[in-house]
């Protein structure tokens, strides 16, 4: 009998301790779900999602303010892939936001970075036949980097092109028959200088018998 009730009061024991683990746990897990969060839509066109995960970050200015809450491809818009980010709720998303990829050049890592619109803008609200408000995509770093570029390769093209005019056959005969001209100048000029010399001699000789 003794056994018997040993083992009914260690059964019991584990059973509060097993209650008790699970009613941590089921308030643990109502903490979380009453953290308050918005939920918002980025379409992306233009960017590659390689890095990107569910659960990834959402930043701004480099500050982790939510998570990658799933992202698809959207049929309607032109193979788009609807990115939802979960936002803390107390942060106001405005008009005018943009999102865009930042990805860890060593890790591959993406993360979704937000670009908020100007402070004195409405906050965003859902459109009519959306789920969630819009952020607009925005261009990343690297985008705007290699739209630099290109830029600087077409004008490096035109200055090409206007030396390939200048130093065409026609104006290097030009600009070769004008310092023929030049040289020929200077020559008769050398070879005028002492008639010159003599002249403003004489000159500077009347002036003085004009003074006398």
């Given at each position: 009998m003794e056994t018997e009730g040993r083992y009914t009061l260690v059964g019991?024991?584990?059973?509060?301790?097993t209650s008790l683990m699970t009613l941590g746990i089921l308030w643990l897990v109502g903490a979380a779900d009453?953290?308050?969060?918005?939920?918002?839509?980025?379409?992306?066109?233009?960017?590659?999602?390689d890095g990107l995960a569910v659960g990834g970050p959402v930043k701004m200015r480099g500050i982790?303010?939510?998570?990658?809450?799933?992202?698809?491809?959207?049929?309607?818009?032109?193979?788009?892939?609807?990115?939802?980010?979960?936002?803390?709720?107390?942060?106001?998303?405005?008009?005018?936001?943009e999102a865009y990829v930042k990805r860890n050049l060593v890790t591959g890592i993406a993360a979704i970075?937000?670009?908020?619109?100007?402070?004195?803008?409405?906050?965003?609200?859902a459109s009519e036949g959306e789920r969630y408000p819009l952020i607009a995509e925005g261009s990343s770093d690297i985008d705007k980097v290699a739209v630099t570029l290109a830029k600087l390769a077409d004008s490096g093209e035109a200055i090409?092109?206007?030396?390939?005019?200048?130093l065409s056959e026609k104006n290097q005969r030009a600009l070769s028959q004008a310092l023929a001209n030049l040289n020929t100048l200077s020559a008769q000029l050398a070879a005028e200088k002492n008639g010159l010399?003599?002249?403003?001699?004489?000159?500077r000789e009347a002036s003085d018998e004009f003074r006398i």
């Open positions: 019991l024991l584990v059973l509060l301790v009453t953290i308050a969060y918005q939920n918002y839509t980025v379409y992306f066109k233009k960017q590659s999602l982790d303010v939510g998570t990658v809450a799933d992202f698809d491809f959207v049929s309607n818009r032109d193979e788009a892939v609807a990115v939802i980010a979960r936002v803390d709720a107390d942060l106001d998303i405005h008009q005018g936001a970075e937000i670009v908020n619109g100007p402070q004195g803008a409405p906050e965003l609200q090409m092109e206007q030396m390939s005019l200048v010399k003599d002249v403003l001699t004489g000159v």
